[in-house]
Each structure stands twice: as C-alpha cells, then as structure tokens.
C-alpha cells in the first residue's frame, strides 16, 4: 500500500509566522502535490513537483513556497502566515495518474 | 486553464435510491477524469475513473458516463448504501498534464 504521511495533523501559528508542512512518501512516485480543501471549494492546488528540485505553480500558489531535495519529501512553507491560510492542508503523491493522499495538516492561523 | 464545475452541492437520498452527481469542464484537450470519495475525518480515494476514449465505465453499483462533446461527465451510484455517505468530488486533466484540477465537491447523506 502507497503510504503519504504529512508530519503533522494539527498545527496552531500566529500571523506572521513561518509555517513548514512537511509530506513523505514511500513508493517512490515521481509526482507530489499541495492541495489547499476548503468547504465549498473542493480541492485547490497550490504547488506540485515531477521530479526532485523541479516545482510548477499550482492555480493559487500566492503566498506559499515548496522544496523538494529529495524524492520522498516534498514541503510547503508559508512564508508569513495569514489568516486567510487557516485551512485544511493535503499532500499528494502520483505514478500513473492516480492521486495518493496523506491525512491532511489542518492549519490554524490566528 | 481548465475548470470544473460539480453539482449538486449536497444530495440527500433514502437508502436503496439512486445518486447522479454531475461534473462540466471547460478545457477540450482534458482526456482524464477520475471520482474521488471521501469520508468524514478521512483522506480522498480514487473511487473509478474514464478516460476520454470511453464512453461509460461500470464497477459494482457504481458508474461513470462521460459525454465529450458537452463536455461533461456523472457519477452514477445504484442501490445506495448508508456507507455511500460521504464528500464525492470529480476532476479533470489534459492531455499533458500532470495537475488534476477538482470539482467544489458533492456532500452526498445516504438516509436509512
């Protein structure tokens, strides 16, 4: 079974805080992806990386950043926190089109 | 860019009734369109997927019809369950893509 692990389930950060999510998977996927879920939104990229130290911006990649130096793990850092990044937070890893999704990291910015 | 519209937002059946969840895509070149599933507290799976040369694709009580030329594609589920309940969100990708871009995601509560 593909397993995505994001390090950290529930994270509290105060504006202006730098924010690192961190995401590791073990199947050796070339492709990873950042999801932001917000309710009535569905699911929105943010950033995503076919292959290590390569990244692409998603469709609302304003405000966040990614690193990818090695091919398990893929970051995303919030590089001073808003509250409008309180959100659901879900990293994703592909082979052949089909996504694998870690648990998610439910961010609360106050 | 390419963008995908799903409707119902939420959608109440009783048990046993059918559930149609429909999907619209904007971009011609999109050849790839999964579902997922996702329940309460937990993470997104792939539940089917068609691909653009395919016209309907069945597994179990669940189907996936899509229509190229109106660009848009549904969800059917038979028999429904109360396991059924859940957020069901539908994507699409173009032809060379690597990015899924998803629907706002349909709440579907499955009545016993």
């Known amino acids: 079974d593909v397993k995505v692990t994001q390090s950290s389930r529930y994270l509290v950060k105060r504006t202006g805080e730098k924010v690192f999510l961190e995401c590791v998977q073990d199947?050796?996927?070339?492709?990873m992806f950042w999801y932001r879920q917000d309710p009535g939104l569905g699911l929105r990229l943010i950033y995503f990386?076919?292959?290590?130290?390569?990244?692409e911006k998603g469709d609302i990649p304003e405000g966040y950043s990614v690193s990818r130096e090695k091919k398990e793990r893929f970051s995303l850092i919030l590089e001073s926190a808003s509250t409008n990044q309180t959100s659901m937070y879900l990293c994703?890893?592909?082979?052949?089109?089909?996504?694998?999704f870690g648990e998610g990291s439910r961010l609360t910015v106050l | 860019g390419e963008n995908v519209e799903q409707h119902p937002s939420t959608l109440s059946v009783q048990e046993g009734d059918s559930a149609v969840i429909k999907c619209t895509y904007s971009?011609?070149?999109?050849?790839?369109f999964p579902w997922y599933k996702q329940e309460l507290g937990k993470r997104p799976q792939l539940i089917i997927d068609i691909r653009s040369n395919v016209g309907e694709k069945k597994d179990q009580r669940i189907a996936v019809t899509l229509n190229k030329t109106a660009k848009h594609f549904s969800l059917h589920i038979t028999e429904t369950q109360p396991e059924d309940s859940a957020v069901y969100f539908c994507?699409?990708?173009?032809?060379?893509?690597?990015?899924?871009?998803f629907g706002a995601g349909t709440i579907l509560r499955v009545k016993s």
């Open positions: 994507a699409a990708r173009g032809e060379y893509g690597n990015k899924l871009v």
């Open positions: 199947m050796d996927h070339e492709n």
């Open positions: 971009d011609s070149a999109s050849n790839y």
């Open positions: 990386s076919y292959d290590v130290k390569m990244k």
């Open positions: 994703a890893s592909s082979l052949k089109g089909e996504l694998f």
